[in-house]
């Protein structure tokens, strides 16, 4: 189980564990990974998460586990002062991935898109986890036509890699931005 006390605040922003015992957590993953973004970002394939039990399930069994292995995974983002949900930011790294470095991820609720929430919240992850656990890279992985998820990228100081075969992606191609590395083949890409 994950701390229940952890949290990062920026200006505007909390960052906290996903719960899976709580029924809003679930719900509002489930909000999340149905909007027409998410999907989109997916190439158009509907998510598996449309109930809070199969949310519930994913923060168990896969999120929880993150968190075990790496020391960090999934995370809920909130408005500070009155914890709305707004979205989730992630620092992911499969059990069996060859890659060195974990690879960033966001999403956000459509109407709290374009506010800088995003970049906000990436920064503020990396920032904890090189000084708590000592993450000295990352990878930013997106498709090569998201030009939203790219400004993000961008924005945080990642750099552009080009577009690329990735094994972790079964062998597809996707843009690969870095973030603090020489060389993304050393880190296993």
Not at 43 to 59: D, N, Q, R, V, W
Not at 97 to 122: C, N, Q, T
Not at 131 to 145: D, I, R, S
Request: hydrophobic fraction near 40%; include cysteine.
């Amino acid at each position: 189980m994950t701390d229940p006390t952890f949290r990062i605040t920026t200006p505007r922003l909390a960052i906290s564990h996903l719960d899976p015992s709580n029924s809003l957590h679930c719900s509002f993953l489930v909000s999340l990974w149905n909007t027409p973004e998410f999907i989109a970002m997916l190439g158009g394939k509907p998510t598996s998460i449309t109930t809070p039990s199969a949310a519930k399930s994913l923060i168990q069994n896969r999120f929880l586990a993150e968190h075990a292995r790496n020391g960090y995974g999934m995370y809920l983002v909130s408005l500070l002062g009155d914890d709305t949900l707004v979205g989730t930011i992630s620092l992911m790294r499969g059990e069996n991935s060859s890659l060195l470095a974990p690879d960033i991820g966001f999403a956000m609720l459509s109407e709290h898109m374009r506010k800088g929430y995003a970049v906000e919240a990436a920064k503020a992850l990396i920032e904890h986890v090189d000084g708590e656990k000592g993450v000295k890279a990352v990878f930013g992985f997106c498709h090569e036509g998201n030009e939203a998820s790219m400004g993000v990228l961008r924005k945080l100081g990642f750099r552009w890699e080009g577009v690329r075969k990735v094994k972790e992606f079964e062998g597809k191609e996707t843009a690969v931005w870095s973030w603090d590395m020489e060389s993304v083949e050393e880190w296993g890409l």
